[in-house]
Nanobody, 120 residues
Framework: QVQLVESGGGLVQPGGSLRLSCAAS????????MGWYRQAPGKQRELVAS???????NYVDSVKGRFTISRDNAKNTVYLQMNSLKLEDTAVYYC??????????????WGQGTQVTVSS
């Protein structure tokens, strides 16, 4: 069983920045694609960004140019750097690991989520 533990959420003003981290247990972290999702109140969960082991990255249009996903395979960790945060970025953010190194289907494992609140 793989465990994903997110950290780094919190309260930030519009225009501010946060960096989320997700530490994964188990071996072979580098073999799998990883992703960040979010779910705002009353909305469906959506993919924010994904990254494969080879560094192929995908972002939802609403965060392009503001968010950066990265991974450190030596630390079994994936990051989400969030800059220029907006009110509409408020959500619970979830880390996810996919079934393979392909990020085109639903993830296999999910973290517990971390709250990000953007408010003045």
């Amino acid at each position: 069983q793989v465990q994903l533990v997110e950290s780094g959420g919190g309260l930030v003003q519009p225009g501010g920045s946060l960096r989320l981290s997700c530490a994964a247990s188990g071996s072979s972290f580098s073999m799998y694609a990883m992703g960040w999702y979010r779910q705002a109140p009353g909305k469906q969960r959506e993919l924010v960004a994904s990254i494969t082991s080879g560094g192929r990255i995908n972002y939802v249009d609403s965060v392009k140019g503001r968010f950066t996903i990265s991974r450190d395979n030596a630390k079994n960790t994936v990051y989400l750097q969030m800059n220029s945060l907006k009110l509409e970025d408020t959500a619970v953010y979830y880390c996810a690991r996919y079934w393979t190194d392909y990020a085109g289907r639903s993830p296999r494992y999910w973290g517990q989520g971390t709250q990000v609140t953007v408010s003045s």
